[in-house]
């Protein structure tokens, strides 16, 4: 599902304001932590409220933050198990 992923690329520099384009960001780069894109808790709290606004993604605490941001391969699978609707 590339069109989902370039358009969480392109919300996020545009959320974040980042200095880059959405091409330097590959899918399984890490966003938070060494070695990752840098970004810090106000970028996380950022890019929260833009999950639920933008697809309803809900994301109930820091742990399921933690899991759900690590990169943007972890962001499409939280969009894309949104999308498809509960479970049952």
Do not use: C, W, Y
Not at 28 to 54: C, T
Not at 76 to 81: G, I
């Amino acid at each position: 599902m590339q069109p989902l992923k370039e358009r969480i690329k392109h919300l996020i520099v545009e959320t974040l304001m980042l200095q880059m384009s959405p091409q330097e960001i590959t899918d399984d780069q890490l966003l938070f932590g060494p070695g990752s894109l840098g970004l810090d808790s106000v970028d996380a709290l950022q890019l929260v409220v833009m999950l639920d606004k933008h697809f309803g993604v809900k994301i109930p605490d820091s742990n399921a933050a933690r899991e759900t941001l690590q990169s943007v391969s972890t962001i499409v699978a939280a969009v894309e198990r949104q999308l498809a609707g509960p479970a049952n």
